[in-house]
T-cell receptor, first 112, second 116 residues
Framework: KAGVTQTPRYLIKTRGQQVTLSCSPISGHRSVSWYQQTPGQGLQFLFEYFSETQRNKGNFPGRFSGRQFSNSRSEMNVSTLELGDSALYLC???????????FGPGTRLTVT | AQSVTQLDSQVPVFEEAPVELRCNYSSSVSVYLFWYVQYPNQGLQLLLKYLSGSTLVKGINGFEAEFNKSQTSFHLRKPSVHISDTAEYFCAVSERSSGSARQLTFGSGTQLTVLP
């Protein structure tokens, strides 16, 4: 089985722009979670989608949003980028009932 | 709400020596416990998990961890490390009540460096 894939792997954006990151889960997995990893704040949960519905949400501003498509692929959008949004964004998939999450390699976003 | 404390940010150890990476958690509800490893420029890989039953759990690559409910700890151990174990290790918890590990709360990580 192919693992979790994330595109793009690297991204450079300018402050004020918006960005969309993509995540394709493992085949058969219906749950996709997103995490932000920064040196200062560590790993923080953004949100989780299951069957196209946001099931859980972390403590991030409304500039961070996401969605999930019928094929379980998920996108994450960040609007009005700030320098502090520079981070590694990790996507994880699971069956939805399972207790294991499988992580992708991440998208490294740099905001200048 | 839960919190996870990894007591050591960096652990240097010589090759073939034993290692213990410490993790303590705080939660008002029962939790599931996990250890993940992250190699440079990669995502997280699950090493092992505690869900229920035996408090000693074995994972991949020769790692094991012991759940201690009274001390709210879940320390990771390996009897003999290799150079290839050099990586960052994260302890994580999720609420049992959710029925699934939907939201992981992570510790700040421990950088394990294995020296030749």
């Amino acid at each position: 089985k192919a693992g979790v894939t994330q595109t793009p792997r690297y991204l450079i954006k300018t402050r004020g722009q918006q960005v969309t990151l993509s995540c394709s889960p493992i085949s058969g997995h219906r749950s996709v979670s997103w995490y932000q990893q920064t040196p200062g704040q560590g790993l923080q949960f953004l949100f989780e989608y299951f069957s196209e519905t946001q099931r859980n949400k972390g403590n991030f501003p409304g500039r961070f949003s996401g969605r999930q498509f019928s094929n379980s692929r998920s996108e994450m959008n960040v609007s009005t980028l700030e320098l502090g949004d520079s981070a590694l964004y990790l996507c994880a998939s699971s069956t939805g009932q399972g207790l294991e999450q499988y992580f992708g390699p991440g998208t490294r976003l740099t905001v200048t | 709400a839960q919190s996870v404390t990894q007591l050591d940010s960096q652990v240097p150890v010589f090759e073939e020596a034993p290692v213990e990476l410490r993790c303590n958690y705080s939660s008002s509800v029962s939790v599931y416990l996990f250890w993940y490893v992250q190699y440079p420029n990669q995502g997280l890989q699950l090493l092992l998990k505690y869900l229920s039953g035996s408090t000693l759990v074995k994972g991949i690559n020769g790692f094991e961890a012991e759940f201690n409910k009274s001390q709210t700890s879940f320390h990771l151990r390996k009897p003999s490390v290799h150079i290839s174990d050099t990586a960052e290790y994260f302890c994580a918890v999720s609420e049992r009540s959710s029925g699934s590990a939907r939201q992981l709360t992570f510790g700040s990580g421990t950088q394990l460096t294995v020296l030749p």
